[in-house]
């Protein structure tokens, strides 16, 4: 039985919350850029981005990071993985990086994608938002800024619908 977790009012109001507590975290702007991980996460970063346009009038750099090669289960996944691209036109040299994703679980994607963001630079930190944490962590992360805790059995799947791939806003919780 799929049950809604969060309407498009509880998210709006989370990302608000997340853009305002990066802003607090970071005092201000200064150094601060924004990535999102394919593929949910990059609208969320982006509507990160256009909250903080609003709250502060600056503009952040927003990128885009496929994860697909530094994956530890790369082979598991598919004979022929799909890589979306990552798109970062900016140096990330002592930069103060906010990752963005959908659900952190295991763990194992933002490990993933902080080799990734290692690869193409040395930033000065890595934070990490997401919109649910469902707990279950197999590697010690802890993400500075969470939309909600939602406490999951692993036999439950937590489907994020952003308006950009599924025409809706909301998140559900559902048996695999």
């Known amino acids: ?8 009012s509880a998210m ?7 853009s305002h507590e990066i802003l607090e975290k970071n ?4 150094d601060l850029v924004l990535i999102g991980i394919q593929r949910r996460g990059v609208p969320l970063a982006r509507m990160i981005a256009e ?3 609003k709250i502060e009038n600056v503009s952040l750099p927003v990128g885009v990071l496929d994860i697909t090669f530094y994956r530890d ?9 799909v890589v979306k691209g990552t798109e970062i036109s900016f140096s990330l040299q002592d ?8 659900v952190i679980y295991t763990g194992r994607t933002i490990r993933a994608a902080i080799e990734a963001i290692f690869d193409m630079g040395r930033p000065q930190m890595i934070q990490l938002a997401i919109m649910i944490d469902r707990g279950h962590r197999e590697l010690p992360f802890r993400p ?4 909600k805790n939602v406490p ?10 952003v308006p950009e791939f599924d025409g809706d806003f909301k998140v559900l919780i559902d048996q695999a």
């Open 1 to 8: 039985m799929k049950t809604v977790i969060m309407d498009q």
């Open 95 to 102: 930069k103060k990086i906010v990752l963005v994703d959908d």
């Open 152 to 161: 999951t059995s692993k036999s439950e799947v937590i489907h994020v619908f």
């Open 27 to 30: 005092k201000g702007t200064k």
């Open 51 to 53: 909250n903080i346009q």
């Open 73 to 81: 289960d790369l082979s598991l996944v598919s004979e022929h993985p």
């Open 12 to 18: 709006e109001r989370a990302l608000t919350r997340i």
């Open 144 to 147: 500075d800024f969470v939309g």
